[in-house]
């Protein structure tokens, strides 16, 4: 079945660092592709998403490609704030199958350090 | 508007009860997820509605937990016979649409204990 799998947390960073935070998936079909977050005490919400190959998704400073042939859809950020440090989600979408559930990954815990 | 809203925010029960949980969806929103997060754990997809369709109910992890969604509104999550594994943030979110392509917007969540 479909499946998202993420890097490992927590990612602990100094302000201003690149962050890179990968995501690879598999899926029978052509998926959407998302980027959650959830800040501390907060509900999830969307941060990005691409909808097909090749398509960048970016919002807040964050970027994230879909890259079908490495199945790959990396979340990055050019230079990361304390208010950045949250728990982020990579999840996908896909319809191929007639239902169009979402399956998420374990979440990646950010901490950034002034 | 008002968004996604979820009721009880906390519940603790005891081994064996029944529980059910609400789910509010945004007005208009044709598709309702509900996941489980356990602590320190990813989203666990349980079941999602959309619109008139039958449910996909493939997330459900066993006959113990059922739900039912009224047309495009309100929806519970209902769990019997609670055991201590159920144990978790139950999450309910909604999309207008077509849910595969549509932001889904979240809910705070209903945190269940079972002791």
């Known amino acids: 079945g479909d499946s998202v799998t993420q890097m490992e947390g927590p990612v602990t960073l100094s302000e201003e660092a690149f962050l890179t935070i990968n995501c690879t998936y598999t899926a029978t079909g052509y998926p959407s592709l998302f980027w959650y977050v959830q800040y501390p005490g907060e509900g999830l919400q969307l941060l990005l998403k691409a909808t097909k190959a090749d398509d960048k998704g970016s919002n807040k400073g964050f970027e994230a490609t879909y890259r079908k042939e490495t199945t790959s859809f990396h979340l990055e950020k050019g230079s990361v704030q304390v208010s950045d440090s949250a728990v982020y989600f990579c999840a996908l979408s896909d319809g191929s199958s007639g239902t169009y559930k979402y399956i998420f990954g374990t979440g990646t815990r950010l901490k950034v350090l002034a | 508007g008002a968004g996604v809203s979820q009721s009880p925010s906390n519940k603790v029960t005891e081994k064996g009860k029944d529980v059910e949980l609400r789910c509010d969806p945004i007005?208009?929103?044709?598709?309702l997820y509900w996941y489980r997060q356990r602590l320190g754990q990813g989203l666990e997809f349980l079941i999602y509605?959309?619109?008139?369709?039958?449910?996909?109910k493939s997330g459900l992890p066993s006959d113990r937990f059922s739900a039912e969604r009224t047309g495009e509104s309100v929806s519970t999550l209902t769990i019997q016979r609670t055991q201590q594994e159920d144990s978790a943030v139950y999450l309910c979110?909604?999309?207008?649409?077509?849910?595969?392509?549509?932001?889904?917007?979240f809910g705070p969540g209903t945190r269940l204990t079972v002791l």
């Open positions: 509605f959309q619109g008139n369709s039958a449910p996909d």
């Open positions: 007005s208009g929103h044709t598709a």
């Open positions: 979110a909604s999309s207008f649409g077509l849910a595969g392509i549509n932001e889904q917007f």
